[in-house]
């Protein structure tokens, strides 16, 4: 079955680092788009990155770009955020998801606080 598995998250200071990682498996990876989303508490989930099949398309929205990236590695069916410069407003659980398919992993928290 479909699984997806995020982990890579912590409490970081403001300024730091963190890299998520989302583990697939249950279906052709180097198929697939990805995406990442996260919720804060009382908020809506929201967009945070995408990456196409073949790594060549990218997009974020302007409260990330320039500070997030994602990649993939197809050999090992992960995908990848790297946050850079976090922020409190950074804080949330973040949620991978698949392009095309209504599944989503469990959620990783990140919090970025002094």
């Known amino acids: 079955q479909v699984q997806l598995v995020e982990s890579g998250g912590g409490l970081v200071q403001p300024g730091g680092s963190l890299r998520l990682s989302c583990v697939a498996s249950?279906?052709?990876?180097?198929?697939?788009?990805f995406k990442w989303y996260r919720q804060a508490p009382g908020k809506e989930r929201e967009f945070v990155a995408t990456?196409?099949?073949?790594?060549?398309?990218?997009n974020f929205p302007d409260s990330v770009r320039g500070r997030f990236a994602i990649s993939r590695d197809n050999l090992q069916n992960t995908v990848y955020l790297q946050m850079n410069d976090l922020r409190p407003e950074d804080t949330a659980v973040y949620y991978c998801?698949?392009?095309?398919?209504?599944?989503w992993g469990q959620g990783t928290q990140v919090t970025v606080s002094s």
């Open positions: 998801g698949v392009w095309g398919m209504d599944y």
């Open positions: 990456i196409d099949s073949r790594g060549e398309f990218v």
């Open positions: 249950g279906f052709d990876f180097s198929a697939k788009g």
